[in-house]
């Protein structure tokens, strides 16, 4: 089992920036890949970025690439998304992901464990 809880959300002006963390725990095979997605109402739940716990392999949407920087800190057993320039498209509750398989997916259902999510809101 996994358990994920994430915190750093909050509002801020476009153009800010805010830092999600996500603080893992539990069995380290089912956490070869972490990831960040993000989700509005109506919405299918859409992958922001995704890292790999041993190579340090990442992936972005090209929503957000230059702007996102996902990063892990195996001492802490945390993964953090590093998020600048942030556009009003951006407002979204931002969920934190794991699996087993070492694979740069950002498709949701490859996942097998989820955090409670942490609101982010951008205002213009």
């Known amino acids: 089992q996994v358990q994920l809880v994430e915190s750093g959300g909050g509002s801020v002006q476009a153009g800010g920036s805010l830092r999600l963390s996500c603080a893992a725990s539990g069995d380290l095979k089912n956490r070869k890949s972490m990831a960040w997605f993000r989700q509005t109402p109506g919405k299918e739940r859409e992958g922001v970025a995704v890292i790999l716990t041993g190579s340090r392999g990442t992936r972005y949407a090209d929503s957000v690439k230059g702007r996102f920087s996902i990063s892990v800190d195996s001492t802490k057993n945390m993964v953090d998304l590093q998020m600048d320039s942030l556009k009003p498209e951006d407002t979204a509750m931002y969920y934190c992901?794991?699996?087993?398989?070492?694979?740069?997916?950002?498709?949701?259902?490859?996942?097998?464990?989820w955090g409670q999510g942490t609101q982010v809101t951008v205002s213009s």
């Open positions: 992901a794991a699996k087993g398989s070492a694979t740069l997916s950002l498709l949701a259902p490859n996942y097998n464990y």
